[in-house]
Structure formats: C-alpha cells, structure tokens
C-alpha cells in the first residue's frame, strides 16, 4: 500500500507557472505507474499527465501538452508536476494516484491509491 501526499498548489496570474509535488510513503513507490488528474468546481475529475514506473513513458492531456510536465525522483519517493503557461481554466484541484497496472493510463479507475489534493486557482 502507498499513501500520497501532494503540495505545491496555491494561486498565480495567468501565464504564471508552478510545481507541484506529491510525496509517497512506502518502499515500493519505484514500481507503480503514478499519475495527475484534476477536478474544477462542478465538473468530473480528468486526467492531466502519467508517467512509467521507471519515468520512461509518459502521457498527457491535450489541454496540457506542452505546458506542463511530469517526472519523477524514485531515490526521493517523490513525483511532480511542472505546469507552466498556466491559464484559468487550469483551476483545479490536483490530485496524483498510483496505479499497479503494467501500462501507464489515463483512466482513474486503474488507479488504486490517490492523495487528498492540492488547490491550484489562476486568475485571470
């Protein structure tokens, strides 16, 4: 079992940029597939970005691509989020989640484990 912890939101001017972070607990973050959804006030929850075990693979969201990126530090337990040119509809709160199947995915239901979220608000 992983238990996620993420920080880094906060709010920023359109155009702005920030990093989040989520920290796992446990000796076996280095074989999960992690990812990063988002959820707005009164919308369901969407994919953003995944990354491998490994870091080799990675997937985005085409509202994301090539604005944000994922990466991770498996010596530090630890997976991120840099978001830049961030725009107001970026409003969300980030959650990242841990997934044990073989492929990176965009569904959140081959995510088993997710933390409790970070609030990241562009204004305008």
């Known amino acids: 079992q992983v238990q996620l912890g993420e920080s880094g939101g906060g709010l920023v001017q359109a155009g702005g940029s920030l990093r989040l972070s989520c920290a796992a607990s446990g000796r076996t973050f280095s074989t999960y597939n992690m990812g990063w959804f988002r959820q707005a006030p009164g919308k369901e929850r969407e994919f953003v970005a995944a990354?491998?075990?490994?870091?080799?693979?990675?997937y985005y969201a085409d509202s994301v691509k090539a604005r944000f990126a994922i990466s991770r530090d498996n010596a530090k337990n630890t997976v991120y989020l840099q978001m830049n040119s961030l725009k107001p509809e970026d409003t969300a709160v980030y959650y990242c989640s841990a997934s044990w199947r073989p492929r990176i995915t965009a569904q959140s239901y081959e995510y088993a484990y997710w933390g409790q979220g970070t609030q990241v608000t562009v204004s305008s």
């Open positions: 990354i491998s075990w490994s870091g080799g693979d990675t």
